[in-house]
């Protein structure tokens, strides 16, 4: 659904490291459904589940390191990611993968934003 | 037959145990006892203290330590403390006494991890040759994103047990939590120790997260449970809750996983607010220091005047038990703010984008009409004006009041306005209300918050037909054309994107899927068509004008290519 992006500062408590990044390949797509054409928007539908390869450019902050490349999860829901789409991702642990955070992903906030809220925690 | 302990040092041990809420002779404050008895002519007490909290000393040079000094009356002494004292005591500890009066053999290690010494140069101690001891600061990890098991390894035990390591940012008196881990990926039973030596003093209290906390209102009072696997506080801390309203206090002790004791339930009701503070213990024991503030959802939040029915939350926002999950206040800012425009808008976070794109469109095209919707009562209420089906002649009135459901952090979590005060008392109140006043006339906010349609939206707020056309390459220029004639004409237009099954052609364009924006006419530049438009989220948009401000202009190819209806009244 086209819900705004969740305030930053709701989300930045559980991050573990951000990151701007190029995604370099879809490594998994889950099956995607097919939605008919229609009048209304901020439909309840999702866009599926993706296992991208990320390389990342700088880190914002967190363990990982320029130039890495990183396998993660982007989760069922609000975008889909496809190779050479960039920005700053916010990048939480959970007990099995990495999972891009944010609704919309690379575009859910500014780097700014991002430095700004990981800034005020104390996340370096 | 009470306790006749003739040295001083132990006497002072036994009273500080006895004047504790849980007496007990810990691996820790053993130390206390070996030094007492280790002291003597050829060394005094501190001097004893530390040399047996020297880092990477063994049980047996602790042992061969107190036993040197040892007297024929502190063994009397120390044979009391394990026959009448009562004491709980760690088996490593009690082992030593033992040992000390003869009755039992020392024992180098118990179980597969024994800390020894203080923490003043790192985490010392005994485990198995090779194995590896892995460490989590508990007084830390409530602030952060940790679970109880994501350790980090500090060290590996040598060819003779002893192992030395260091975690970051320890301070004194934190909860350190280890236990080792095999070759074979095997775990030892989990050791937690309180850190000493490192500081004169613990300063550090611990902390107590409020976001893993949940409030609601039973029959019975306010539970209290605890909404994650990761830990709310350090084991041990005394947390206490304060009714804002009655002042009444409780407080409780967290437990040995960092949580909530089960069952918690606070005298209280929804609505009430409770501040919530904690202590370690020797860090804001009076608790004076407020962590935090947690309200109760539901209640009126002393709300006074007329209070009409709300509309229920939308589905996410509400609890199993149907209540919801964020409370209401009344707002009581001006209805408008100079001349209603497009930039007051801001959608909440709720699926109806279609609804705030389509009012953003009316106050653009029509703002008199959009005045005409909704006027304030003299009794404080407002009455909104919509149209059945856009039939002019089926008006349909809803009376409202001016509680909105509010974030715990203040401001509305559904529809609000942009470019001025967010506050009850300062908050232009058109949009929200007119949104609140369309949820109650369509049953609740989940009623309108899982998808619609831009142009009934503006049908039923004008009383007029609505009409639509389907966007594809190739109609740019009839595109352009029609807006530019019904922008002309006062006509409030919108338009939708693509489904998430489109989703990926949106990423990095600064335009998102299944979305609504309002159409505001159209431009030319240098020879290049563009349609105007505004995200109702009032920010994220195609291009960097240096405003994020929602408001943006896009070349009519990429609007063919990236929208796929236009909507339009006649």
């Known amino acids: 659904m086209a819900k705004p992006p969740e305030p930053i500062d709701e989300v930045m408590p559980g991050a573990d490291g951000a990151v701007l990044a190029v995604v370099t390949r879809v490594v998994e797509q889950a099956p995607q459904k097919a939605y008919e054409r229609t009048l209304e928007t901020s439909l309840p539908t999702t866009a599926a589940?993706?296992?991208?390869?990320?390389?990342?450019?700088?880190?914002?902050?967190?363990?990982?390191?320029?130039?890495?490349?990183?396998?993660?999860?982007?989760?069922?829901?609000?975008?889909?990611?496809?190779?050479?789409?960039?920005?700053?991702?916010?990048?939480?642990?959970?007990?099995?993968?990495?999972?891009?955070?944010?609704?919309?992903?690379?575009?859910?906030?500014?780097?700014?934003?991002?430095?700004?809220?990981?800034?005020?925690?104390?996340k370096r | 037959?009470?306790?006749?302990?003739?040295?001083?040092?132990?006497?002072?041990?036994?009273?500080?145990?006895?004047?504790?809420?849980?007496?007990?002779?810990?691996?820790?404050?053993?130390?206390?006892?070996?030094?007492?008895?280790?002291?003597?002519?050829?060394?005094?007490?501190?001097?004893?203290?530390?040399?047996?909290?020297?880092?990477?000393?063994?049980?047996?040079?602790?042992?061969?330590?107190?036993?040197?000094?040892?007297?024929?009356?502190?063994?009397?002494?120390?044979?009391?403390?394990?026959?009448?004292?009562?004491?709980?005591?760690?088996?490593?500890?009690?082992?030593?006494?033992?040992?000390?009066?003869?009755?039992?053999?020392?024992?180098?290690?118990?179980?597969?991890?024994?800390?020894?010494?203080?923490?003043?140069?790192?985490?010392?101690?005994?485990?198995?040759?090779?194995?590896?001891?892995?460490?989590?600061?508990?007084?830390?990890a409530p602030a952060g994103r940790l679970h109880l098991t994501d350790t980090q390894v500090i060290g590996t035990a040598d060819a003779s047990g002893k192992f030395l390591g260091t975690l970051p940012d320890?301070?004194?008196?934190?909860?350190?939590?280890?236990?080792?881990?095999?070759?074979?990926?095997?775990?030892?039973?989990?050791?937690?120790?309180?850190?000493?030596?490192?500081?004169?003093?613990?300063?550090?209290?611990?902390?107590?997260?409020?976001?893993?906390?949940?409030?609601?209102?039973?029959?019975?009072?306010?539970?209290?449970?605890?909404?994650?696997?990761?830990?709310?506080?350090?084991?041990?801390?005394?947390?206490?809750?304060?009714?804002?309203?009655?002042?009444?206090?409780?407080?409780?002790?967290?437990?040995?996983k960092g949580s909530i004791p089960a069952g918690l339930t606070l005298p209280g009701k929804a609505g009430d607010e409770f501040k919530v503070s904690v202590s370690d213990g020797k860090n804001n024991v009076n608790h004076a220091a407020v962590a935090g503030t947690l309200k109760v959802p539901g209640g009126t939040g002393g709300?006074?005047?007329?209070?009409?029915?709300?509309?229920?939350?939308?589905?996410?926002?509400?609890?199993?038990?149907?209540?919801?999950?964020?409370?209401?206040?009344?707002?009581?800012?001006?209805?408008?703010?100079?001349?209603?425009?497009?930039?007051?808008?801001?959608?909440?976070?709720?699926?109806?984008?279609?609804?705030?794109?389509?009012?953003?469109?009316?106050?653009?095209?029509n703002p008199a009409a959009l005045k005409d919707t909704i006027k304030q009562n003299a009794d404080g209420t407002y009455t909104v004006r919509f149209y059945e089906n856009g039939n002019k002649s089926r008006p349909v009135d809803i009376k409202i009041d001016s509680d909105?459901?509010?974030?715990?952090?203040?401001?509305?979590?559904?529809?609000?306005?942009?470019?001025?005060?967010?506050?009850?008392?300062?908050?232009?109140?058109w949009y929200p209300l007119i949104e609140k006043a369309y949820a109650q006339w369509k049953g609740s906010y989940d009623a309108i918050g899982n998808g619609g349609s831009a142009g009934k939206v503006m049908s039923e707020v004008l009383g007029r037909s609505q009409g639509y056309e389907w966007v594809s390459a190739g109609s740019e220029q009839r595109l352009f054309d029609r807006i530019k004639r019904d922008a002309a004409n006062g006509v409030p237009m919108a338009a939708g994107t693509h489904g998430k099954d489109q989703a990926a052609r949106y990423t990095n364009t600064g335009v998102y899927a299944n979305h609504a924006y309002s159409v505001l006419g159209v431009e030319e530049k240098n020879g290049e068509k563009f349609v105007k438009l505004r995200n109702p989220w009032g920010q994220s948009e195609y291009g960097n004008d240096g405003k994020n401000d929602g408001f943006f202009s896009l070349p009519m190819n990429k609007f063919t290519e990236l929208y796929s209806s236009l909507y339009v009244l006649n």
């Open chain 2, 1 to 140: 037959m009470p306790m006749r302990i003739a040295d001083a040092r132990i006497r002072q041990f036994v009273d500080t145990q006895t004047t504790s809420a849980s007496p007990k002779i810990s691996d820790a404050n053993v130390i206390d006892l070996l030094a007492a008895v280790g002291d003597g002519s050829r060394m005094s007490h501190d001097k004893a203290k530390t040399e047996l909290t020297k880092p990477g000393i063994t049980r047996a040079q602790q042992f061969e330590l107190a036993k040197a000094g040892l007297s024929k009356s502190e063994k009397s002494d120390l044979g009391q403390l394990l026959d009448k004292s009562g004491f709980q005591m760690d088996p490593g500890a009690k082992n030593f006494l033992e040992a000390l009066v003869g009755r039992a053999p020392l024992q180098e290690t118990f179980g597969p991890l024994t800390i020894t010494g203080d923490q003043k140069n790192g985490i010392a101690g005994i485990a198995k040759a090779g194995e590896v001891i892995e460490a989590i600061n508990l007084s830390t």
């Open chain 1, 49 to 122: 589940r993706q296992v991208v390869e990320l390389k990342v450019t700088k880190v914002l902050f967190g363990g990982l390191s320029a130039g890495a490349l990183v396998q993660v999860v982007k989760p069922e829901g609000d975008y889909a990611l496809r190779e050479g789409n960039q920005g700053p991702f916010l990048l939480g642990k959970n007990e099995s993968a990495v999972e891009i955070l944010g609704r919309y992903g690379p575009d859910t906030w500014t780097e700014a934003a991002v430095k700004q809220a990981a800034a005020q925690l104390g």
């Open chain 2, 303 to 365: 709300i006074t005047g007329i209070d009409l029915p709300d509309p229920k939350m939308h589905k996410d926002e509400m609890n199993a038990d149907g209540t919801p999950k964020f409370k209401l206040e009344r707002f009581t800012g001006p209805l408008f703010v100079n001349e209603p425009t497009p930039g007051d808008v801001r959608q909440g976070a709720i699926g109806n984008c279609y609804f705030p794109a389509a009012l953003a469109s009316v106050a653009h095209s």
């Open chain 2, 170 to 256: 320890i301070r004194e008196g934190d909860m350190i939590r280890l236990r080792t881990r095999a070759a074979d990926g095997s775990t030892s039973d989990w050791l937690t120790i309180q850190a000493r030596g490192i500081e004169g003093s613990d300063t550090r209290n611990a902390v107590v997260n409020l976001e893993r906390m949940d409030l609601a209102a039973t029959a019975d009072g306010v539970s209290v449970t605890h909404n994650t696997g990761r830990p709310l506080s350090e084991p041990g801390a005394s947390i206490r809750f304060v009714n804002a309203r009655t002042g009444e206090k409780v407080d409780v002790t967290a437990t040995d």
């Open chain 2, 404 to 429: 909105l459901y509010v974030r715990s952090f203040g401001g509305p979590i559904y529809g609000g306005s942009l470019g001025g005060p967010t506050t009850k008392e300062g908050m232009e109140l």
